[in-house]
């Protein structure tokens, strides 16, 4: 990976349950696929399945916020990649931007993940595991150069008129 790029996460498409009444992808299947991106990028950082059922540890999702720049129908091909904006010992805050097949943006999502265990009383705030935090201090390291995105952080407003 060169020091300037996103981590491709996933590849899909759009099926036919997920269009809406007017044919375009619905909002809740961006969702669903940003979703199953970060699904993906646990496994990147060393929280696949069988990390979560040795360890416990798994991510809770914060918050996450969609954002919409172009329909998608059905077959579109799409592709996910993240952008690990910052982290912490026990969070990350990722920018997930989706593509369609040539390249043009489609919607971002940026969330906010903590790092929990598993734990007999019930999940709870935990620390990085060590591969955890390694990978993540290496993709941190490799997407330095990258421009923060101008909509990350944001959040929702009306835009007025002067």
């Not at 299947?29 to 979560?52: C, E, H, N, Q, T």
């Not at 809770?60 to 720049?69: D, G, I, P």
């Not at 799409?78 to 990722?94: F, G, N, P, Q």
Request: proline share 4%; net charge negative; glycine share 8%.
């Amino acid at each position: 990976m060169r020091h300037d790029s996103v981590l491709p996460v996933l590849g899909t498409a759009v099926i036919g349950e997920w269009l809406d009444y007017n044919g375009h992808m619905n909002d809740a299947a961006y969702a669903i696929v940003f979703s199953r991106s970060v699904d993906a990028l646990m496994d990147r950082i060393g929280l696949d399945s069988a990390a979560r059922k040795r360890t416990g540890q798994s991510l809770f999702t914060l918050q996450m916020m969609l954002h919409y720049f172009k329909e998608a129908k059905e077959g579109d091909a799409l592709a996910v990649s993240c952008h690990l904006l910052e982290h912490d010992d026990k969070r990350m805050r990722v920018w997930l931007v989706m593509t369609g097949a040539g390249g043009e943006r489609l919607a971002a999502s940026e969330q906010l993940l903590l790092s929990v265990a598993q734990t007999e009383e019930g999940p709870r705030a935990a620390p990085w595991s060590f591969e955890s935090h390694a990978a993540l201090e290496a993709l941190a390291k490799v997407q330095a150069a990258l421009p923060h995105p101008p909509e990350a952080g944001a959040g929702v407003a009306l835009k007025r008129k002067p």
